[in-house]
């Protein structure tokens, strides 16, 4: 195996097409094609499905690429440290941040106290590109700002799900910069209804929140039991499958745990509801498997389908993979907010008890008849 044979493997997985790889990699697609099976006759697995319609990861594979994506990272570090500036030296850290005044000027004093043998660099972004860049070591930090909760944010817990650890820099407060000249300058404080007549500009941190894999999507028709494919999610869809892996971990947890396949999803109790969503945090049940490389017994601690999806997805390198995945993915909304990207003061203005959100969502015919139903005084 060489890391060439490597890279060539994670080049097919993005691009889902032997010919676009070859294209992007600057090599003939029979040199490629050989090179692969060359890595598969060593190993004895198959790590592509080839079809007229393209390439498919097989489940050897996927473990493949997972092993090839580490290896190649660090490849690319002991290259990184042993060429170009990193011979005399040169060490890099990279920070991704939302835009705060404060990370700059942290930073700016930062890089005072350095010493000469670090390259640095500050990137902003938006939410879900600082939290992006973090988990694929494209920056070794990235700041956010959240709320502070009980028990932790939601930020924190997302974080934390996706195996990043999340540390409190320091606590600040909501701010307005205004001119000298403004009004309300001399005032030593403000309420958000002082504030309503007057012009702003505001930085946009993106679209509420990071995107989630959602229960709703992914099991579209409760009503469906598991034998009936009530399972949608990418990789679950044989989970009604005699011999599926994934039917093996499911029939597993329910001589485990006492509940029937047969059942609508929808009427299991909330017990089982949260194992197979959540997992069976850390306890392990029997898996009887029979696969290509044998058969067995595998004692496993399921992850639940949320983050067992959650993991393929940070774990694929197919973008075509992503972007299935991301259709049962929808965005988190601000807990400020709750997605209606809107200030308190203007989400407090109501006509007929409406707001203007609300207004705005509705459809057409209700919008209509909510338009002739509304009553309004003299004023």
Known sequence: MTIQQCRYVLAIARSGSMNEAAKKLLVSQASLSAAVRELEDEFGIRI??????????????AEFIRYARQLIAQYEVITDRYHGDDRNG??????TAQHYDFAAEAFVSFLKKLRDDYSVSLKEARTAQVIEDVLNLSSDMGILACLKEPGGSYMERYLRRNGLEFR????????????KQHPLAEKPSL???????YPYVTYDQGEGGPMEFSEELMIPDPSLSIDEGCIA?????????????TRCLLEALAEHYHFRLDTPFEQYPKKIHDILIY?????SVSVHYKGQRGEGVYDVAFEGLIHNVERRYRETYSDSSKQEYETFMHISPCPDCKGQRLKPSSLAVTVADKN?????????????AFLQEMQLSDQ
């Open 168 to 179: 409190e820099l320091l606590e600040t407060r909501p701010h307005v910069f205004l001119g």
């Open 233 to 245: 999610v990418m990789g679950w869809q044989s989970s009604n499958q005699k011999g599926s892996f």
């Open 90 to 95: 040169i060490r890099h850290f990279t920070v």
């Open 191 to 197: 309420r958000l209804e002082q504030l309503v007549d």
């Open 48 to 61: 592509f499905d080839r079809s007229n319609k393209g390439v498919r990861v097989t489940k050897d594979g």
């Open 279 to 283: 997992g069976t945090n850390g306890e």
């Open 356 to 368: 203007i959100f609300e207004i705005t969502n509705l459809s057409i015919e209700k919008l209509s």
